[in-house]
């Protein structure tokens, strides 16, 4: 499996951007994927999640109700749409994918995401 995030760049604060994260690998459809983040001096830290059928999402509750996961299963690709930015979403944005189901208590740790991008840089403007 490997996995490669694009779309990050400048942005002004108050703008949009929209993460692409593509899957190379078997079985698309049977992975939960992840957003990670990793701001400068920070930990990396838990952005949001899909599961394997789409069902189900989960945010951080500092990008609830202003970034949108989603995924298309027929393009091994995964969305992450960040609206109404803030200066403080500036980081690295990682993609990372578990394979099989994945309880809503443990969505944000990173040690079941088994495989995970290079990540590509968000920066928001103020």
């Known amino acids: 499996v490997q996995l490669q995030a694009s779309g990050g760049g400048l942005v002004q604060a108050g703008g949009s951007l929209r993460l692409p994260c593509k899957f190379s690998?078997?079985?698309?459809?049977?992975?939960?994927m992840g957003w990670f983040r990793q701001a400068p001096r920070k930990e990396r830290e838990f952005v949001s999640v899909?599961?394997?059928?789409?069902?189900?999402?989960y945010y951080a509750d500092s990008v609830k109700g202003r970034f949108t996961i989603s995924r298309d299963n027929a393009e091994n690709t995964v969305y992450l749409q960040m609206n109404s930015l803030k200066p403080e979403d500036t980081a690295v944005y990682y993609c990372?994918?578990?394979?099989?189901?994945?309880?809503?208590?443990?969505?944000?740790?990173?040690?079941?995401?088994?495989?995970w991008g290079p990540g590509t840089l968000v920066t928001v403007s103020s």
């Open positions: 990372a994918a578990h394979k099989g189901s994945l309880s809503s208590i443990y969505v944000a740790d990173q040690e079941l995401y088994a495989y």
């Open positions: 690998g078997i079985a698309f459809r049977n992975y939960a």
């Open positions: 899909i599961t394997w059928s789409g069902a189900n999402t």
